[in-house]
């Protein structure tokens, strides 16, 4: 499965965002599709997952609140929708897809700039 991610920008403490994970190829729904980000200087964090199902993992706290991950399985997409964005959510956005039976990670998109400033 191939990966595209979009919808980054920047935007004001405070605000919204929605980032979108469009899938090509075979078998999308063999698949559980995460978002991670990179903020500068600092390793890639898992933000949250999502299976075929619907059934949803978001293991970053700090986000727990505020960002939702869904998926719409007839478009082939991933969303991770970010409410209330704070200048520590800035950070490089990348989707992920892995198979379900397996831990790692076997397609990456290119990443997404969200930018929140004060």
Same mark, same amino acid.
């Given at each position: $499965? #191939?990966? #595209?991610?979009?919808? @980054?920008?920047? $935007?004001? *403490? @405070?605000? !919204?965002?929605? +980032? ?8 999308? !729904? ?7 980000? #990179?903020?500068? @200087?600092?390793?890639? %964090?898992? $933000? ?5 199902? @619907? ?6 706290? !700090? &986000? ?15 969303? +991770? ?10 950070? $490089?956005?990348?989707?992920? *897809? ?16 969200? %930018? &929140?400033?004060?």
């Amino acid at each position: $499965v #191939q990966l #595209q991610a979009s919808g @980054g920008g920047s $935007v004001q *403490a @405070g605000g !919204s965002l929605r +980032l979108s994970c469009a899938a090509s190829g075979r078998a999308f !729904s063999d698949y559980v599709i995460s978002w991670f980000r #990179q903020a500068p @200087g600092a390793g890639r %964090t898992l $933000v949250a997952s999502i299976w075929y199902t @619907g059934i949803t993992s978001t293991p970053l706290e !700090s &986000v727990k609140d505020r960002f939702t991950i869904s998926r719409d399985n007839a478009k082939r997409t991933v969303y +991770l929708q970010m409410n209330d964005l704070k200048t520590d959510d800035t950070a $490089v956005y990348y989707c992920a *897809a892995r198979k379900a039976d397996y831990a790692e990670y076997e397609s990456w998109g290119w990443g997404t700039l969200v %930018t &929140v400033s004060s």
